[in-house]
């Protein structure tokens, strides 16, 4: 599937269009910026840039450009169409997903370690070799665990590695920086008394390794006991908010001095509505977004979710919700590492529709839009040493969003999206989208 078509020529100067920048700085009015393949060369205001002789000209008066979203914590792979198994883990339906995130204006996806084999290795190796679109996978490999206390669910069942020394430990750490992983994940739970939690020895001695072979380690975390401990273990990130308690002040205050990665995944926010959330209605802008990519029975089934709900389930939901949104805003007040990441890939929690839907809980949850559009671009980017990508600014790729109407006034406004670029070249969502609701039908 060819995604980068319609690619302009080699300079291209884009006039009059809102920038945001990605990096927290004040969006800039009547901006002027400078393509020259594929990459920004420079930024500034339209009428003080000058384009080489012979550049192509794209007026973007009244839109809004941002960079593409980057998701920290995903698990590409393993749902198609109504089925949701690890038979449907093929290259195929990989690409799929990363494509999907494309569509939805996410440009790179950290898959957190649910991987089986060998097939995510060569898609990241073709896409590196430029033989390969959509939104750019980076792999955490197999992730380790404790016996039965790796990822939760039927369909992932034998993938993680499961140790029970430190020895096992390092030797899986060894093993996946063999590999090249980008980095490596573990899953600290006991997954609701069904099985001991990987203990700290082994978490530090698995943190050990995998930082002397240069990698991160990021942590799967559920009770605050295992989240005090993992940071003061120097766990680069945690890519779940603590679901037991709220992070106090203390805990949110070791996130910042250990420069710990935070991804808020607030899924669980599905659960919190006792009636058809705004997304899945008919001429939302996300909704849209789904009924042009997603069969008609996957959305059916999304929707179905909300007929019929007990009022005592949804209010036990938004209690457990609540914990998690005054946890964010905390640390976000806090300044703490906020980065994008919402389990994305789970059961009809599509690529795309996923990221799209945390950004809006996010801001849910307290965060200004600016505070979100960093955590989905600049900060990510930076966690995942995309050194690239994340930021509008000389010398970055030229990865951005054309967007209808400003996110800043309306966090919800990054789906309004007219175009994406990608190295500078255009992405043809027709033939995307052409491709999506195929692989969803079939
Ligand atoms: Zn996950």
């Avoid at 590695?161 to 490596?184: F, H, I, P, S």
């Avoid at 990698?215 to 295992?226: G, I, K, S």
Wanted: hydrophobic residues 40%.
């Amino acid at each position: 599937m060819q995604t980068q078509a319609n690619r302009s020529g080699p300079v291209v100067l884009y006039e009059g269009a809102r920038l945001i920048a990605g990096d927290g700085s004040a969006p800039v009015a009547d901006s002027a910026f400078l393509v020259e393949n594929g990459t920004i060369t420079k930024v500034g205001k339209k009428g003080e840039l000058t384009a080489p002789r012979g550049a192509g000209h794209i007026n973007l008066t009244g839109k809004t450009v941002m960079p593409t979203l980057i998701n920290a914590h995903g698990h590409p792979g393993f749902q198609r169409g109504l089925t949701y198994s690890a038979d449907n883990f093929t290259r195929e339906n990989i690409i799929d997903d990363l494509n999907r995130a494309l569509y939805f204006g996410v440009a790179a996806v950290q898959s957190q370690g649910i991987e089986k084999g060998e097939v995510m290795y060569q898609i990241r190796a073709d896409q590196e070799a430029g033989k390969l679109g959509g939104a750019r996978l980076h792999i955490a490999g197999r992730g380790i665990g404790a016996p039965n206390a790796g990822p939760g669910g039927a369909a992932y069942a034998g993938i993680a590695y499961e140790v029970t020394t430190e020895d096992q430990g390092r030797k899986a750490v060894q093993e996946l920086a063999g590999k090249k992983v980008n980095l490596v994940k573990i899953w600290v739970d006991d997954r609701n008394g069904r099985a001991p939690r990987l203990p700290p020895d082994l978490f530090r001695a698995i943190i050990d390794e995998g930082h002397r072979h240069g990698l991160q380690v990021n942590a799967h975390v559920f009770y605050y006991t295992d989240a005090v401990e993992l940071v003061n273990a120097r766990i680069d990130a945690i890519v779940h908010l603590v679901r037991d308690k709220e992070m106090d002040d203390a805990l949110v205050a070791s996130v910042v001095q250990h420069n710990v990665y935070v991804m808020p995944n607030l899924s669980p926010e599905r659960g919190t509505h006792a009636e058809l959330p705004h997304w899945l209605q008919d001429g939302d802008p996300l909704m849209k977004l789904l009924q042009e990519s997603v069969s008609p029975p996957v959305i059916a089934r999304m929707k179905k979710r909300y007929e019929n709900r007990d009022a005592a389930g949804v209010e036990r939901a938004r209690t457990q919700y609540g914990i998690l949104q005054r946890s964010l805003a905390r640390l976000a007040k806090a300044n703490a590492k906020i980065t994008l990441g919402c389990d994305t890939g789970l059961e009809d929690y599509l690529f795309g529709m996923s990221e799209q839907h945390e950004l809006e809980s996010m801001v849910g949850a307290g965060m200004t839009p600016m505070q979100v559009i960093v955590a989905a671009t600049s900060r990510p980017a930076e966690y995942m040493k995309l050194d690239k990508m994340g930021v509008l600014a000389a010398g970055k790729e030229a990865d951005f969003l054309v967007l209808d109407a400003n996110p800043l006034d309306d966090i919800t406004n990054t789906r309004r999206i007219s175009k994406i670029y990608v190295k500078g070249a255009e992405i043809n969502r027709a033939s995307l989208r052409l491709s999506l609701t195929k692989a969803f039908t079939n």
